[in-house]
């Protein structure tokens, strides 16, 4: 049985680190591609929208930007979950490489929300269930990075990150329900399995940038955790190695 | 087939350039530096990891 493949010793920083290294340009290049995939048929091909005009185009990045910040505050917190549970050392890497991206994209999606807002709804801003709620989201991303970064023990770092993660993932299920459990300026979701109210070449374009995104938080997150290990691991023989063997 | 008539009118976004503009140029600014400062930080990371163990070496070789 020596030869069969383990999906755990991936679990190891030693074994991660090469392979994320290797899988970095391909994420990163399947990102590209179906970013300008989704960028030709969303801004391109896709036709106008009947009630917001040219100005729904902004749906082509909001929606990305928002399912990415819930999806990967959500890995983080099973990362976290995993962490505390079986002590593993990869799991607050993980989580701590992904959160300043997760918060970028909560903030993309406030940002978009605002533009798209104003002249729609009249308002950058309103106290509304989904906008505050995500809010909240890219406080509790700050909040995580800030506790994680004061506390110089790292494994005491993660333990105390990983309560905050698992603690504020209750956030998740409200803002993505929030536009059916109120009453919110916030229109409903454009797709759901079953039916969706958009064009064809609009959903393609956005599932497609969705992608995009996705494959893009992959590759920067993966970037974002070899360097951590070194950091983490500088005492380790692995990382000396590396280091002697002059490692870019 | 392309939706739009001249490059103008992609451009005005039929009277909603600046928020649609607005929203993708920040996005794209934001994915263009996050992977620049990541790999910045990954070669000052380096470089001082490295001297720490030079210096590490050399005193444990004294």
Redesign the interface.
């Known amino acids: 049985m020596k030869d069969r493949f383990n999906l755990y010793r991936f679990a190891s920083p030693a074994t991660f680190y090469p392979l994320a290294g290797v899988l970095i340009p391909y994420f990163a290049a399947v990102s590209v591609v179906f970013g300008l995939a989704g960028l030709y048929l969303g801004?391109?091909?896709?036709?106008?929208d009947f009630q917001q005009?040219?100005?729904y185009?902004?749906i082509f990045?909001?929606v990305p930007?928002s399912w990415l910040s819930m999806f990967i505050y959500l890995v983080m917190a099973g990362w976290a979950a995993i962490g505390l549970a079986f002590n593993t050392r990869l799991s607050g890497m993980m989580a701590q490489a992904l959160a300043?991206?997760g918060a970028?994209m909560a903030?993309?999606s406030l940002?978009?929300g605002a533009?798209?807002g104003?002249?729609m709804w009249g308002a950058w801003w309103v106290w509304d269930a989904r906008l505050t709620s995500e809010l909240i989201l890219l406080f509790l991303y700050i909040g995580y990075m800030a506790l994680t970064a004061a506390i110089d023990d790292a494994r005491r770092a993660d333990k105390a990150g990983g309560l905050l993660l698992l603690v504020g993932v209750v956030n998740v299920p409200i803002i993505y329900f929030s536009v059916k459990w109120w009453n919110t300026l916030h229109q409903g979701s454009s797709v759901n399995l079953t039916k969706s109210s958009m064009a064809e070449t609009m959903l393609w374009g956005m599932l497609l940038m969705a992608m995009c995104f996705w494959m893009?938080s992959i590759?920067?997150a993966l970037?974002?955790v070899?360097?951590i290990m070194?950091?983490r691991e500088?005492h380790t023989d692995w990382?000396?190695a590396l280091?002697?063997g002059g490692?870019? | 087939?392309?939706?739009?008539n001249s490059f103008a009118d992609?451009l005005a976004?039929?009277?909603?350039g600046f928020?649609?503009w607005?929203?993708?140029g920040?996005?794209a600014l934001?994915?263009a530096v996050?992977?620049i400062l990541?790999?910045r930080?990954?070669k000052t990371?380096?470089a001082r990891?490295?001297r720490?163990?030079r210096a590490e070496t050399r005193n444990t070789a004294e």
Do not use: C, D, N
């Open positions: 801004m391109l091909v896709a036709p106008t005009g040219e100005g185009r902004i990045i909001h930007a300043p991206t970028l903030f993309l940002w978009t533009l798209w104003k002249p893009y590759a920067v970037m974002r070899r360097t070194l950091e500088r990382v000396k280091l002697a490692e870019k | 087939m392309i939706h739009w992609f976004m039929g009277g909603y928020y649609v607005g929203s993708f920040v996005t934001i994915m996050e992977p990541v790999a930080h990954r990371t380096l990891l490295k720490q163990l």
